[in-house]
């Protein structure tokens, strides 16, 4: 059984396996990379400077070894071997306070580059259309502001520190051993190219898996965030479906468990390699350097502090083969977040918008020859962050238009009602007002203005929305009405929670105003939350109201009420009110009746009424009970 609003597992399967097949990092990745590094690049000298010093006390070391042996220990000289022995411990102390400077740089570096990417991102992705949100799934997106936030963190810390001690260890040590004993140096060498060719492809078949493994690990991440907040739990358990929970949540568990595994084994193939080739060429070193010593032609100092040299040759190897790997992942990781910041926002303002100045007069709103339909994946979202089900559904149902050629005007400081059936395109007609989209084509002008040439602060400062499913933040009241208006006093939110005719309950909770309503405001009823968001409403007290069923969770007594608040607050104000209870529909000083996208009846209830269309067959149908 297929769960509702979900794709069938295999459907999910294909889906995630099309959209990360064949994915390589784009070009020129790593040149956008440099810009986020470029503010810390103080930090990132000492960083690299600390290194250097590490680095240059790891190729030393080995060295004192040969001293001690050589010249203390072997002629039996005490005094070579506590000095000695002492300037190790001095550089010890060195390389333990290089070190830290280290990990503090990079610590301040890291977190740095995550703070700035983390914002820009979140900046980016609140600049987007409607559109976008009604896409994207939330845990794919968070996934980009964590996940691979994080593993891009990596490119600039660990993997920089890491290729800098790697080359320049390498570097230090090779010339040491080269001025040790040449023939052991060039004899250890020539293993290393075995190493590095099942090395490189390693590194291509992890990259390949790490982005499947981000794919599906999001998958994962947004179903949760769906099963976890109130509505998605609700919804599971009125309708008993957790066995079929739990068994979507196991198959896409299995996916990110079947991926991990195979990173973790082509990981540890990276290891066995370079364990292997260490064991050879070790063996190699004590044989010919054994002889050597054997003969005479070379001491035995100096074939201990080759062998230890030569343990750190490796161990740069390593970090550099498996280096290419984390890279990979690293810019992969870069690679997905850039992804997000390319998406160009749909919605912009043009070059010299101008505010709207609704300080003087009332605004008014008209639309001419408007047309709409929504946006497609392509131009608004990307398929990785969409579900399988979403991209089905949009080859399935294309791009059809939703308003065609509308026109109408809604009088500045009147009361204009849409009303019609069920995807009829009322809630498209008010989302054009606030440019939550914009028109196909036809111009919407608020004030005698194009929306498209206001600013979008003024345009959205202007006007005050109130929709059916009255969202609330899981913060305190206090927090969800001062989001109208910041600067709200104590003395005002009263006002306008009294207004609401909700300051009552309020009121009679333990903490009042400082009572933290609960995920998506759970801890009040339906009717509540409206008159929250009505108070919200009532205390930005915008020129331009949109009410899209504003009452629709309200008992006739409570409505009765709220109408006559209303009525009061919209004194004056342009309106467009969505609704089909009666009080609303009678008092309104336009009725524009939508169907199918298209204004069918316009005019007053009476006139409505008289006419004997279809708001009378409305009427008769919905309203003519409450007479």
């Known amino acids: 059984m297929t769960m509702l609003g979900q794709p069938p597992v295999n459907s999910l399967k294909t889906g995630s396996r099309d959209a990360t097949k064949g994915r390589q990092v784009r070009r020129g990745t ?60 001095g550089l010890a102390l060195v390389d333990a306070v290089a070190l830290y400077v280290q990990n503090r740089c990079s610590g301040r570096v890291g977190e740095g580059l995550v703070y700035e990417l983390r914002t820009e991102v979140f900046t980016h992705v609140q600049r987007q259309p409607l559109a976008f949100f009604t896409r994207a799934q939330t845990g794919k997106l968070v996934s980009r502001l964590n996940t691979d936030v994080m593993g891009a963190r990596q490119a600039v810390t660990s993997l920089l520190t890491q290729a800098v001690s790697a080359v320049l260890t390498l570097v230090l040590v090779l010339g040491a051993m080269l001025y040790l004993s040449w023939q052991i140096t060039v004899a250890a060498l020539v293993m290393v190219p075995v ?25 994962l991440s947004s179903m949760m965030t769906e099963r976890f907040n109130v509505s998605g739990a609700t919804l599971a358990k009125l309708y008993g479906r957790a066995p079929e929970e739990r068994s979507l949540f196991t198959s896409r568990a299995a996916q990110v468990r079947d991926v991990s595994a195979q990173v973790v084994v082509w990981n540890r193939m990276l290891q066995i390699v370079v364990m292997v080739l260490t064991a050879f060429t070790t063996a190699l070193v004590y044989g010919l350097g054994g002889g050597l010593a054997v003969d005479g032609s070379l001491q035995f100092g ?54 709207l100045d609704a300080t003087t007069t009332v605004p008014d709103i008209e639309f001419e020859n408007v047309s709409f339909r929504y946006p497609t994946s392509a131009e608004v979202s990307l398929a990785s962050l969409e579900s ?78 109130v929709t059916q499913d009255a969202h609330l933040f899981h913060e305190t009241v206090r927090a969800n009405l001062a989001y109208a208006r910041p600067g709200a006093g104590e003395r005002e939110l009263v006002e306008a929670c009294e207004a609401a005719l909700i300051w009552d309950t309020i009121r009679a909770l333990p903490e009042g105003l400082d009572t933290v309503v609960g995920e998506r405001g759970h801890r009040f009823s339906g009717g509540e939350k409206q008159r929250i968001a009505l108070a919200r409403l009532l205390l930005k007290a915008p020129p331009i109201v949109v009410l899209d069923e504003a009452t629709a969770h309200l008992d006739s007594e409570s409505e009765a009420a709220i109408q006559r608040a209303l009525k009061t607050a919209l004194a004056g104000r342009t309106s467009l009110v969505i609704a089909h209870r009666l009080s609303t529909i009678r008092e309104a000083d336009q009725i524009l009746v939508v169907e199918a996208g298209r204004i069918r009846e316009s005019g007053t209830h009476d006139k409505l009424l008289a006419a004997g269309g279809l708001y009378a067959d409305l009427y008769r149908s919905q309203f003519a009970h409450q007479r």
Request: aromatic share 4%; glycine share 8%.
């Open 195 to 219: 190493f590095l060719i099942p090395a490189r492809l390693i590194g291509r078949r992890l990259q390949r898996l790490n982005r499947t493994m981000m794919e599906h690990d999001a998958e």
């Open 302 to 355: 100096t074939l201990v502090a080759m062998v230890a040299l030569l343990l750190r040759v490796y161990g740069p190897i390593n970090q550099l083969s498996a280096m290419q790997s984390s890279a990979m992942v690293a810019l992969v990781s870069f690679d997905r977040v850039f992804e997000v910041l390319d998406l160009r926002p749909l919605i912009a303002e043009r070059p010299g918008a101008r505010a």
């Open 388 to 465: 399988a089900a979403v991209q089905e559904a949009e080859r399935t149902t294309g791009d059809r238009p939703v308003l065609h050629d509308l026109s109408f005007h809604a009088p500045a400081g009147r009361l204009t009602a849409l009303v019609g059936p069920s995807g009829a395109g009322k809630t498209t007609i008010t989302q054009l007002v606030p440019r939550l989209y914009d028109p196909a084509s036809g111009t919407v002008r608020v004030g005698g203005h194009d929306v498209r040439d206001l600013t979008l602060a003024s345009l959205r400062d202007d006007i005050g929305v």
């Open 30 to 89: 790593v040149r956008r990379i440099v810009p986020y590094a470029r503010p810390y690049r103080r930090q990132i000298a000492v960083l690299l400077a600390a290194t250097v010093v590490s680095a240059c006390i790891a190729a030393a070391n080995p060295l004192f070894l040969k001293l001690i042996i050589d010249h203390g220990i072997l002629p039996k000289n005490l005094g070579v071997v506590v000095g000695l022995s002492l300037g190790l411990a």
